[in-house]
């Protein structure tokens, strides 16, 4: 089936631009001996994750327990969960999951490490455990080096965890003056920091200027959206990901209203200008959205769309597109080959 008789708003992935993004990435890591484990929040499709890992991925990364869970059980036997886990119930799924696959998680604090450490006890079995640092994004992870240190010791004395290392969020060179200094504060006590875990689209390509890193986790760089355009981390011809709408209403010469709002788009920002990319109109601009429609400036355009017209959008933030999504649809060459569910939608928990 051609991809004009999809029905509108559909999420679109051009199958041979995400094939050699994938492939591209990889070689560039593999190239610098850094590990890949890609970020599953971009797609949340277990087959685009297996052909992260047929790709060369020594794993993949999931932010909640529930996609993680969702990819165990599609068959991915290596996965990092960088997320303080914490409560009885989440900590007995996490126990059960860990006794299935190669899982690793992080914390910040001794709290987490504590409820990591009495239910991995509990179950006989050992979880890996790195430290998650703040190098300057202000979001979770301990504060200073000494900091880490301090808890990377208390999960190697902890009963049923082992310290796996440091991870952060994104790669800069606080990152790496962060890890030296932790590595030699750890290394008087012989506690070996085995893997750094860094990451970030943005900064996908500078991977390899970061001495301490050993792992990076990246998402979009599979997709591409108008926030990794902007970022100059990938081209728009290499851009995979697009959101197909169609043209509801020309209520003035000016204006135009699509089919896709804030349950299409999403409301991200992201500090750019509009909610999306027009590629047949480039010079239009997507002033706001309600929840099923999306207001468009096209006074700007020498040309404007009339009622009908099917429009090919760039989000500003694919991630959250892909969570709106019951399915993507992979094309290649304008034809259907493949209709994906996005099997962890709304996996939060």
Not at 197 to 222: F, K, V
Not at 237 to 260: K, N
């Amino acid at each position: 089936m051609h991809m004009d008789l999809l029905e509108t708003p559909v999420a679109v992935v051009d199958l041979d631009k995400l094939e050699a993004n994938i492939q591209r990435f990889q070689q560039y890591l593999d190239e610098h001996g850094i590990a890949n484990r890609p970020h599953m929040k971009t797609h949340k499709i277990p087959a685009i994750a297996q052909m992260q890992l047929a790709a060369g991925a020594v794993g993949i990364t999931c932010q909640k327990l529930g996609e993680a869970e969702i990819m165990a059980d599609a068959g991915v036997t290596d996965i990092f969960l960088p997320y303080n886990i914490m409560g009885a119930s989440k900590l007995e799924r996490l126990v059960a999951l860990a006794k299935r696959i190669n899982l690793s998680v992080t914390a910040d604090s001794d709290y987490t490490v504590k409820g990591l450490s009495d239910a991995a006890d509990e179950a006989g079995i050992e979880l890996t455990v790195l430290v998650e640092c703040d190098t300057g994004l202000g979001r979770c992870g301990v504060q200073s080096p000494a900091a880490a240190a301090e808890l990377a010791r208390h999960i190697e004395q902890a009963p049923g965890l082992h310290f796996g290392g440091l991870m952060t969020y994104p790669n800069s060179e606080a990152m790496d003056k962060f890890a030296a200094e932790t590595r030699h504060l750890l290394a008087e006590d012989g506690i070996a920091v085995e893997r750094v875990s860094g990451g970030g689209t943005p900064q996908m390509w500078s991977a390899h200027t970061h001495p301490s890193l050993t792992e990076h986790r990246s998402g979009m760089y599979i997709f591409g959206d108008r926030y990794t355009l902007n970022a100059g981390a990938i081209a728009l011809d290499d851009c995979a990901f697009q959101v197909v709408a169609t043209v509801v209403s020309r209520p003035t010469e000016d204006r135009g209203i699509l089919d896709a709002g804030s349950k299409t788009l999403s409301s991200d920002l992201l500090g750019l200008q509009g909610h999306g990319y027009i590629l047949e109109y480039p010079d239009a601009c997507i002033t706001g959205l309600s929840e099923e429609h999306g207001l468009v400036d096209f006074s700007k355009c020498a040309a404007k769309p009339a009622i009908g017209e099917r429009v090919t959008i760039i989000p500003n933030h694919c991630c959250v597109v892909t969570n709106l999504f019951n399915e993507v649809v992979g094309v290649r060459q304008q034809q259907v080959e493949t209709v994906w569910p996005v099997a962890c939608r709304g996996a939060l928990q």
